[in-house]
């Protein structure tokens, strides 16, 4: 029988935030929203994530924990 972990890496919940297979805050656990571009945003603490695609289209990238 194979031992599997039970928790996530950041990189994979980064990776799960941004295909919209989660849909939790990283920082606060409230809801997140999806907006054009790719990019996702927490309207309760305000932390943003975008892909890299999104910052060469010229798409600002801020994360704040609040």
């Known amino acids: 029988m194979e031992l ?3 928790h996530r890496s950041l990189d994979q919940e980064l990776v799960a935030l941004l295909r ?16 054009q571009g790719g990019s996702v945003f927490c309207p ?6 975008a892909d890299e695609n ?4 010229g798409l600002e990238c801020v994360t704040q924990a609040g």
């Open 4 to 6: 599997v972990a039970l």
């Open 20 to 35: 919209g297979a989660s849909l939790e805050c990283l920082a606060c656990g409230e809801f997140v929203m999806h907006a």
């Open 44 to 49: 309760e603490c305000g932390s943003q994530l």
């Open 54 to 57: 999104a910052l060469q289209t």
